[in-house]
């Protein structure tokens, strides 16, 4: 039995940089993957996938709307769903071929199979062959599924989740979308740019709730645009399937009821942590009510050699979120004293325009009772947005009355996604408003609006509006 310093469980974007930065560090690491390929749910059916098919459905907008707009005729375009999926699944295979030249350079074990707890330090793996090994330091890095509702019967063909909504073999005629979150805004909105009638249902007041309700407002008008229809505060009480229809049947908040009907329906609902098949309690653990792995601030265990990170413990589901624990832990394994501030943790939407922030808004500041001060500006009023013609969104900046500290800052506008990691930067060193107010950003780009956003929050000093 081969014995190791550590061994990781799941190779999505925490498991597999724990493991890089432990054999970095020395240590002699194994990597076990359930599945064939590795790069877990980002790499293959989550970021990466998705990001692939958000740009070639934008590419295809921009030349049935925008253009024109630029002097450029290409007739009538059309959409050719599935080349966008072999080029989404081209993409993949890149990326997670990556991920295996990083394991054999770094010279870790992979082993390909089910891995379950037999005793607290040994794991069996139930591939094409049964296996044992041991670990002086094990890591459950085993991520999250899709989560759905008691009453919803998943087909995965016309009831589907974002897993199938990444393979479909044509664009719906009307797709429903159960869930304003991260990734039913973002799958709906692939959908709508090539040409589907698409309908968002939310439970909550807004999308993307885990922004300021401004924000979402804004992404909402956006989509809007390319012709997303949204009913929130709206429950769904009903899924049915008969043949190729579905039929989702809702309540909004005045107790009519809202009946859609649609060839396919996207349950995004949200994500639950995975631990099936771990046999946790062999080891000495077991879950929360939220199926979690319970952690201390160092991201262990009860039982302190086995640490667990990423989707599978407390926290944000973000794959960049994941690999800032999985570098803590293989560091802290090695003696040092590693830190994360979760605070600092930026949060995207990849739809276009993007949404992002870092830190915390402004509904949650005043919440607590904090003594703020905002300044916003919109992307219509810079040079850059209207060369591009990406004149959507607004920058936000929230910072401490008194100190001027900055305390949040939240986006929505073309390259959001990119410009967030300025606010991360400014915040880890704990700067004020003044400070980027006071930087030089070149001219023209889309950051000016983070200076501009800054200058109004301190004195309402903006100068292009």
């Known amino acids: 039995m081969t014995e190791y310093d550590v061994v990781v469980i799941g190779s999505g974007p925490g498991g597999y940089v724990c493991a890089i930065r432990a054999a970095q560090l020395g240590m002699k690491t194994a990597l076990i993957e359930k599945y064939n390929s590795l790069g877990g749910t980002c790499l293959n059916v989550g970021c990466i996938p998705s990001k692939a098919l958000l740009d070639s459905s934008h ?53 390909h199979g089910l891995g379950s707890f037999k005793d607290a330090h040994t794991v069996e793996i139930d591939g094409e062959k049964k296996e044992t090994i041991k670990g002086k330091k094990i890591v459950i890095a085993t991520g ?47 959908y709508a740019r090539l040409g589907a009638k698409v309908s968002v249902v939310e439970y909550l007041d807004r999308i993307v709730p885990s922004f300021d309700k401004e924000i979402g407002k804004e992404l909402m008008k956006s989509m809007k645009k390319i012709g997303v229809k949204f009913h ?62 319970e952690v201390n601030d160092n991201l262990q265990s009860k039982v302190d050699h086995i ?77 850059r947005s209207r060369a591009s013609g990406d004149t959507d969104g607004v920058v936000k900046v929230i910072a401490d009355a008194k100190t001027d500290e900055i305390l949040g800052v939240q986006m929505v506008g073309a390259r959001a996604a990119d410009m967030i990691a300025e606010a991360v930067v400014a915040m880890e060193y704990r700067a004020s408003a003044e400070d980027i107010a006071r930087m030089s950003h070149a001219h023209p780009t889309y950051t000016e609006a983070m200076k501009e956003a800054a200058l109004a929050a301190t004195g309402n000093r903006a100068l292009h509006m």
């Not at 590419?59 to 989404?88: Q, T």
């Not at 063909?157 to 897993?163: G, L, P, V």
């Not at 159960?178 to 805004?185: C, D, Q």
């Not at 908040?253 to 062999?282: H, M, P, Q």
């Open 59 to 111: 590419h295809f907008h921009s030349a049935v709307h925008e253009f024109a707009d630029h002097g450029i005729e290409v007739g009538d375009p059309k959409a050719d769903l599935k080349k966008m999926i072999d080029r989404k699944r081209k993409v993949v295979s890149q990326t997670v071929d990556g991920i295996k030249y990083l394991m054999d350079k770094n010279k870790i074990d992979v082993y």
């Open 144 to 190: 999250s599924k899709p989560a759905s509702l008691p009453f919803i019967e998943l087909d995965k063909e016309r009831i589907i989740t974002s897993t199938e909504a990444l393979e479909l073999q044509e664009i719906p005629k009307h797709m429903i979308v159960i869930g304003g979150g991260v990734i039913g805004v973002e799958l709906g909105s692939v």
């Open 307 to 383: 640490y667990a990170i990423g989707d599978v413990v407390r926290g944000a589901m973000l794959a960049h979120k994941a690999e800032e624990e999985g570098v803590f832990v293989a560091e802290h394994m090695n003696g040092e004293h590693p830190h994360i501030d979760y605070n600092l943790v930026p949060n995207v939407v990849y739809t276009w325009p993007e949404v992002a922030s870092v830190g915390k808004g402004e509904e949650a500041l005043k919440e607590e009772g904090r003594d703020i001060k905002t300044g916003s500006f919109p992307m219509r009023a810079l040079g």
């Open 232 to 293: 929130v505060s709206t429950k769904v009480t009903a899924v049915e399937r008969d043949g190729d229809n579905v039929t989702v049947v809702a309540e909004d908040k005045k107790g009519n009821e809202v009946k859609l009907d649609g060839d396919i329906c996207l349950v995004s609902i949200g994500r639950r942590a995975y631990t099936d098949g771990l046999n946790l309690e062999a080891a000495g653990l077991s879950t929360n009510d939220k199926g979690q792995v």
